[in-house]
């Protein structure tokens, strides 16, 4: 082989593994994230448990997926959005209010009829006679139609405080004291790590490498 072949053929080699390892580097990447998410989808779950011990596994498993990323539509935290979900039920899926609200976070059927052109259909509930909670049992479909509303308010209350009391007294905002009770379940969810809240502080350097680090 001439030296002019041998030059080519490393090159072509190197081009070659070069190539490779981008895309290796992407799958690597895309499994780390995947696991990455797995993890959180875990600790989400493991809290709700912790709240609420007999929540069933089944009807929960799509759910941190489903909060976490209806919770990036509506641009807010998904801690608050899970906070949220603990001040309207305690995590009872099957919980159902004085004025008929139902699941997660306790939707009125009426309401979620307004929402149904743009998140879908659902089934409504019977609770007269034979009774049957519907979809809005289901925390995945409570999850995405109470986004689905909170979104629809932001959009006149911008403001996260007016969003969350129009969403639990309506246009009035006739409970105030609703968005101290989100705020005071979120400040407890801001302490678990492990749920990778956007607005928890970064972990402090140990000082002996704040030393070290340039200025």
Known sequence: MSKGSKA???????????????VLSHQVSAVAGEADAQRLHRAILAYVAEKNPRAPIKPFQR?????????????????LALAQA????????????SAGEIGLFQMLPSTAALLESTVGRFRRPVLKGYRDLGDLADPQVSTRFAMAYL???MIRRPNIKDALTEYNGGPSGRHPRYY????????????RTELRCRFQPAPKRPPVLALLAPV
Do not use: K, W
């Not at 489903?66 to 998904?78: C, F, K, M, S």
């Not at 101290?180 to 302490?191: D, K, S």
């Open 8 to 22: 080519l053929a490393i090159l072509t080699l190197c081009s070659a593994v070069a190539a490779g390892g981008v």
């Open 63 to 79: 759910f941190p997926e489903t909060l976490v990323g209806e919770a990036q539509r509506t641009n807010i935290d998904h801690c």
């Open 86 to 97: 603990e001040v309207e039920s305690e995590f009872r899926h099957d919980a159902v209010g």
């Open 151 to 153: 979104r629809d308010i």
């Open 180 to 191: 101290r009770m989100v705020m005071g379940a979120y400040v407890e969810v801001l302490e």
